[in-house]
């Protein structure tokens, strides 16, 4: 990635990019139940078995369809994906290290030879338009730096009738939440963030339809489909 890019992305972006330790901290807790979700309930007062539960839509895609994971983070949608299935699974991060956990998990489930791995900008994404049938975006939009322009990259490259399911920390999620969201923003870890209602009028702007907004604590679970 050139320096221009790095530059236009910002210090937050390029936090995560370097590898950030909460990443693997995060990594930890998700896969955890026994630890990680206990800790998610009190800290962020929400239930990391949604986030499971979420991934599972990769599972339900026919053969031949074509998911991109973005940010992929440490793979955790990967846990969605039925043995066998035969699915063209896009992992794109804008860190490296980000690419190899996910690429690690894709090994350890059996799934190395359909997971792509593709370091990019959430907001120019290499793709062409309508490439996908499913994007997920797991605790992703809050890591970005122009939320704005990742929901436009993300409607741009999801076909019609295709589906988006995600998760994110929003700026309206409650007064209990604001010393995680102003604690996330110091520690360079959170980006300027959006509102609920932000959020489903870019994705309406954008040609989503049947956009649902699920919160859970600080955090948001959010589905729409292409148009």
Do not use: K
């Not at 050139?2 to 936090?15: D, K």
């Not at 030879?113 to 992703?140: H, I, K, N, W, Y």
């Amino acid at each position: 990635m050139s320096p221009r890019v790095r530059a236009r992305l910002g210090p937050m972006a390029n936090a995560w990019r370097t590898d950030h330790p909460w990443a693997t901290v995060y990594d930890f807790l998700v896969e955890s139940r026994r630890i990680g979700h206990p800790i998610a309930r009190i800290g962020a007062g929400t239930d990391f078995g949604l986030l499971w539960e979420a991934a599972e839509v990769v599972g339900e895609l026919p053969d031949g369809a074509a998911v991109l994971d973005v940010p992929c983070g440490g793979g955790v949608a990967l846990r969605g994906m039925r043995p066998g299935q035969d699915i063209r699974y896009v992992a794109t991060d804008i860190s490296p290290a980000m690419l190899r956990r996910t690429e690690e998990a894709a090994h350890e489930r059996g799934l190395a030879r359909q997971v792509e791995l593709v370091e990019a900008d959430v907001a120019a994404m290499p793709f062409p338009d309508a490439t996908f049938d499913l994007c997920v975006s797991f605790t992703g939009l809050h890591c970005f730096p122009d939320v704005r322009g990742a929901v436009r990259e993300i409607a741009r490259v999801v076909r019609p009738g295709g589906r988006l399911s995600g998760s994110a920390v929003l700026s309206d999620a409650g007064l209990r939440f604001l010393p995680m969201r102003v604690t996330g923003r110091i520690a360079g870890l959170l980006g300027p963030m959006c509102s609920s209602t932000e959020l489903r009028e870019w994705l309406a702007q954008d040609g989503f339809v049947d956009v649902a907004l699920r919160p859970s604590g600080g955090i948001t679970y959010f589905t729409a489909t292409r148009a």
